[in-house]
């Protein structure tokens, strides 16, 4: 052992008081993890207030994805198809994050589907195509028809659309 080992020289330990989590809501004493519930209520409310708005976004955002799409399609050369394909991908991860935050399961299960494929999408085959478009057609009937949850015959006849597109033209 060495002489610093043995000295009888105490750690002093300062606690400092931590003010981000002060600032967050949380008391001194309150746990890892803890998120003040004023501030879960007023996201929520606002949550609420944006739901409504819902509607509007999704159609806005289908649009872009359609519009992509065409433009996927017209596009002469590979640099402008993998341009769409990216504004595709974006887009459909931003209709999946709306359609989570407000509880539409369905349009949330399409949306990650075309984002997934589209990260894998072979521009020359003829099959993918037919892959993302039958996506965008049931992505457009689940908005048309307001469908929110996973149940229900309707919601699983356009799963097995999706389903056999890609099972047949994977």
């Known amino acids: 052992m060495s002489e610093s080992d043995q000295s009888s020289e105490a750690v002093e330990i300062y606690h400092r008081v931590n003010r981000l989590k002060l600032k967050t809501g949380a ?16 996201a ?16 806005e955002s289908l649009n872009r994805l359609e519009d992509s799409w065409a433009q996927f ?18 887009t459909s991860n931003h209709i999946k994050d709306l359609a989570s935050t407000f509880n539409y399961e369905l349009m ?9 494929f589209a990260e894998r999408i072979d521009p020359e085959r003829k099959e993918h195509q ?15 028809e307001n469908i929110k949850d996973h149940g229900g015959a309707k919601a699983e006849e356009l799963k097995l659309i999706v389903a056999k597109a890609i099972e047949k033209y994977s």
Request: cysteine-free.
């Open 108 to 116: 949330q299960h399409f949306a990650l589907s075309l984002r997934e």
């Open 44 to 59: 929520d409310t606002i949550i609420q207030k944006k739901q409504s708005l819902y509607p509007k976004m999704v159609e």
């Open 73 to 90: 399609k017209a596009a002469g050369s590979e640099g402008a198809r993998r341009e769409a394909i990216e504004r595709i991908y974006h």
């Open 27 to 42: 008391g001194l004493h309150d746990g890892p993890g803890f998120i003040d519930p004023n501030a879960i209520v007023r």
């Open 130 to 144: 037919v892959i993302v478009q039958a996506h965008l057609d049931v992505m457009r009937i689940v908005y048309q």
